[in-house]
């Protein structure tokens, strides 16, 4: 290129190279506009490392693109390919109340409450488990993470409690509040992720709720 079709280019048109020069200025001009329009349109949609949908649907499509692409790489995210970011956009659009997925590389892409998540893979977990806890000691739950109890002076619970997790029709009494309560109602006003619920682990004494971790703790004085 340098010794053969370089020179017979300048001596068709002198001024190519100076020509090249203002294109690639130019374009990179061009592009950092675009990039620092990018920028705003994507924190426009972010709320606590989430982009809100309802925004998001504001954009044109390609836009939307544009947005997705670029949060992926503010999080460090391998970017997906187009038709991944194709199915991705169809969560922006989803039901209220379904509970899409999309799966790619080791992540997982999320809608809840008109939010979009992204999270690392979530491995099989088994809900009908019933754990046995020496509540003196940390627990490691595969799955979950590792659970341990801060007990209060004079606290009344057994050491020895269990570890189970919702399988649906739970009930439980919260403090400060009268009657049952639903586990479902629960995480609903909590704001809870459904793929969350039936992993949060549920302590109970003597076949009584005493602690869902993240909503209450009974008061064991």
């Not at 639903?182 to 969350?196: A, H, M, N, R, V």
Request: charged content about 25%.
């Amino acid at each position: 290129m340098r010794n053969h079709v370089l020179p017979i280019i300048e001596k068709r048109w002198p001024a190519y190279a100076a020509s090249l020069s203002r294109f690639s200025r130019h374009t990179a001009e061009a592009n950092g506009l675009l990039q620092s329009s990018i920028q705003r349109d994507y924190e426009k949609c972010l709320h606590n490392e989430k982009l809100d949908c309802v925004i998001l649907k504001n954009f044109a499509l390609e836009q939307q693109k544009a947005i997705l692409r670029h949060w992926f790489k503010q999080l460090g995210v391998e970017a997906p390919t187009e038709k991944q970011l194709g199915e991705m956009l169809k969560l922006v659009y989803a039901k209220q109340d379904a509970n899409p997925l999309v799966v790619w590389s080791d992540r997982q892409l999320r809608r809840f409450k008109n939010r979009l998540y992204v999270m690392p893979a979530l491995k099989a977990f088994d809900n009908q488990q019933v754990l046995f806890w020496d509540s003196t000691m940390p627990i490691n739950i595969p799955g979950v993470g590792e659970l341990s109890a801060h007990r209060l002076t004079g606290a009344s619970l057994p050491l020895k409690l269990e570890v189970r997790f919702r399988c649906g029709g739970e009930s439980c009494y919260v403090p400060g509040r009268q009657g049952l309560h639903t586990l479902k109602k629960l995480f609903q006003e909590q704001d809870i992720p459904p793929w969350l619920r039936n992993r949060t682990p549920i302590v109970m004494a003597d076949q009584q709720i005493v602690a869902v971790v993240g909503l209450f703790s009974v008061d064991d004085k």
